[in-house]
Structures are given as C-alpha cells and as structure tokens.
C-alpha cells in the first residue's frame, strides 16, 4: 500500500513537471532572445537619432559621438547611397544577432552583436527550468514518503486490531488517525469489539447457567430414583434401578460434554514466557499512565511460564490496568509470580489508590455493576476470559485495591486437539 502511494503521488508530480518543462524552457528561451533584440534595436534607434541630427545640420557622420550606445564587442555599420560604408567596434565574428534601423537621405544603421552570449543565457534558462523541475520532483518526494508513511502506518494499525480482535483481544482502541475513513474503520471495529465481547460474556452465563440448572434437575431426579429402588415392589424397584442407571449415564455425558466444551475454549491456549509478553503488553500502558505523572512499575520471575491464550491474556491485562488508570491512583504494580499452590503463578496487579469499598466488593465481577459510572462490563469479561483459559481472576486486595489471576503452568500433558465424547446409545 505504502509503495502504491508513493509510485501514484511520485508519478503524477513527475507528469506535472514534465508538462510544464517544455512550454517553461521554450518560454525562457524565446524570451532572452528577445530581451536581447529590444535592448539591441533601443540602442540602434538611439544610434540612428544621434546621425540623423548630423545629416540634419549637413555635417559629416562622426562615429565617435555614438560611440557610447554601441555594445561591448559589437560592431556599427552605416550605410549611405552613393558613400563609403562608415563601421566602428569589434568584428562580432560569424554567428551574430543584427539590427538594423533606417536614416534620413536612404541610408541605414546596422548593429551587430555576437551571439555567443545570448546562446549562454538561453542556455542558463533552460538550465534553471529542469533544475526548477528536479526540485520539484523532489519535494513531491519527500510529500509522498511523508503521505505514505501517514497513511500505510494506521492502514497496518488498523489490520493489526482487526487480527486482534479475530484472535479475541476486545479491548477498545482509542487511537484515532485524523483520517476520517481510517477513523470510521476504527470506531467500527471498535463497536463490533464490545458486541463481541457481551456475546462472549453472554455464552459464558449461559453456559453456567444451563450446566446448574441441568445439575440440580438431574441430582434430585437421581435422589427419587434412589429411593424407589427400595420399594416393596420389585418390578417398580427393577424399573427405578434401570432409570437411575441412565440417569447416571447422562450425568457423565453431562461432565463429558461441559469438559469438552471448557477445553475447546481452551484451545488457543499455549505456553506463554511471561518475562517476554508482559513487558510488550505493559509498554502501551506504561504511556497512559506516565501521562497522568504517573508510574507502571514491572516485575517478573525469570523463566516464569504460563498457559494461556495470548489474546486473552493481553485482554485480560489491559483490563486490570485500564482498571487502575480510570479509579486508582499512584504508581502501578504488574506482578508476577510462581503461586502458593504446586503448578500455577500469579499475575497481579496492584495500585496506591483508596481501594475497593467493602460493599462494592462482592459484586465487583458482575456484568453491568459499576460503582464508578462505567458500564461494568470490563472485569466481568476479564474473569470470562480467565475462566475460559482454565484459570481464575479474583480481588485478592481490598484496602489496597490487587487483582490476582491465577493460570496453570505448562505440562506436557496438555493436548492441543479436543475430542469430543462419542454419542452414547440407550441400552
């Protein structure tokens, strides 16, 4: 794209120039020459006046007082009928540019003036036009490196959020480019980031939902059938001991299919060195925050590894920081660390502001609660996302407002490919 534009401006400036060089150089060029003409035939006009004032008072011609309106290295030729030809000044040579202007009693004045010089200057003209051309050619350069780097940086910006967002980062980007196209793109892919993310929060509650509610139906039909399988009666006895024996199949095709679900969301997840993505995630903040006289302090375990989605994780840490920059306050703190628990590190994220008021925090993670304006849809997502990694984000820090997410150390266990549980048949 950069290239298209640079060729597009580069070759319309380039056509300009070489469409005005022509008619300018031509211009040039006939306009010496005929400066030089005006200047030759004013001085021969003046000459002529000077001899026909002598001719007048029928004194002989006298060279000696023009002598003053003849060029340098020209020559003076007077010509009368019936008279010797009168010359004064230097042979101007073969080539020459002459004027000639007429006296009283049939004669004529001739000036004569090499036309070296004039072919010089012609020459200097024409000079000045293609070096007034390549000048031009090069600041059309300079303007459309400029343009093009102005307008491929936020084209590459703008397909860069689009991968992000595919790749499901859908933290909103309030860069803007001062190109009303580019930033109607940008609002767009913006609108269509907080769609997604309520549909995605949206799934997530009705996965839950649904799993719960299923729970519950099936463990009190399980307790019914339990009971009956103690009934005096033995075919009723037979039957709710068959009934509960599907029951407990579905059950575990139940946890089969919610696992299986939980690990194809989990299917981006990889192992992720944290010492090399939380630097590159903790730069765009470490901006905003220096903005506001503030400060992102890091701090990292070597070797320190992860599994997790890095969209995901990258939108869960804008969160947490976005968090901290809207209604915290004083420097920042993006740790981490190996966890307390065998097999997880901890990722928090600490502020020097007021804290969590203590009847906020219990509903700090549901969707559409915010005790500061906001829409509350942030930390509801960011848990979402968490969870759908296999780990866990909570509030581990009231009084000095600290968010810890949990994720799992990779294993060589962990499978890439999810496999789905095979359809059961009843018996």
Do not use: C
């Not at 010509?79 to 007429?102: C, F, H, I, M, R």
Request: aromatic content about 2%; cysteine-free; proline content about 5%.
């Amino acid at each position: 794209m950069r290239r298209r534009i640079l060729l597009a401006i580069l070759l319309a400036v380039t056509v300009t120039g070489a469409a005005l060089a022509s008619p300018l150089g031509v211009t040039g060029w006939l306009l010496v020459s005929n400066l030089a003409r005006e200047d030759l035939s004013s001085s021969a006009q003046r000459i002529a006046a000077i001899l026909d004032d002598q001719l007048a008072d029928n004194r002989p011609l006298d060279l000696q007082q023009v002598r003053a309106a003849v060029p340098q290295s020209g020559e003076l030729t007077v010509q009368q009928p019936g008279k010797p030809e009168l010359t004064y000044g230097a042979n101007p040579g073969s080539e020459v540019v002459v004027e000639t202007v007429p006296i009283a009693r049939g004669g004529t004045v001739e000036l004569a003036i090499p036309a070296g010089p004039l072919r010089t200057r012609q020459w200097q003209v024409a000079m000045a036009v293609i070096l007034l051309v390549v000048l031009s050619v090069g600041t059309g350069t300079v303007v459309a490196t400029v343009t093009a780097r102005r307008l491929a940086k936020p084209l590459r910006h703008v397909a860069d959020r689009a991968a992000r967002l595919g790749g499901g980062d859908f933290k909103p980007d309030g860069r803007r480019y001062e190109v009303a196209e580019l930033d109607m793109v940008a609002d767009a892919l913006d609108a269509s980031a907080t769609a997604l993310a309520q549909l995605v929060q949206r799934e997530r509650q009705l996965v839950g939902d649904v799993s719960h509610q299923l729970r519950s139906r099936l463990t009190a039909l399980q307790l019914r059938l339990e009971a009956l399988t103690t009934h005096p009666d033995a075919e009723v006895a037979e039957d709710a001991q068959a009934a509960q024996e599907q029951a407990d199949r579905l059950a575990e095709a139940l946890d089969e299919l919610l696992a299986a679900a939980r690990a194809a969301s989990e299917v981006g997840a990889e192992p992720v060195e944290l010492s090399t993505v939380l630097p590159e995630m903790s730069e765009e903040w470490r901006q905003l925050l220096r903005a506001e006289g503030r400060q992102l302090r890091l701090r990292v375990a070597d070797g320190l590894m992860a599994r997790a989605t890095p969209a995901r994780l990258r939108e869960i840490i804008g969160v947490l920081l976005d968090n901290s920059l809207r209604h915290g306050a004083g420097n920042v703190t993006l740790t981490a660390r190996r966890g307390d628990t065998e097999g997880t590190v901890v990722i928090e994220v600490t502020d020097s502001g007021a804290g969590v008021p203590e009847e906020l925090a219990p509903h700090i993670f549901e969707r559409g609660f915010s005790g500061a304006g906001s829409f509350g849809v942030g930390l509801a997502l960011a848990r979402a996302l968490a969870e759908a990694d296999g780990g866990r984000l909570e509030l581990s820090g009231k009084t000095t407002a600290t968010f810890s997410l949990f994720l799992r150390v990779p294993s060589p266990a962990d499978v890439a490919a999810v496999r789905w549980p095979a359809e059961r048949m009843p018996r």
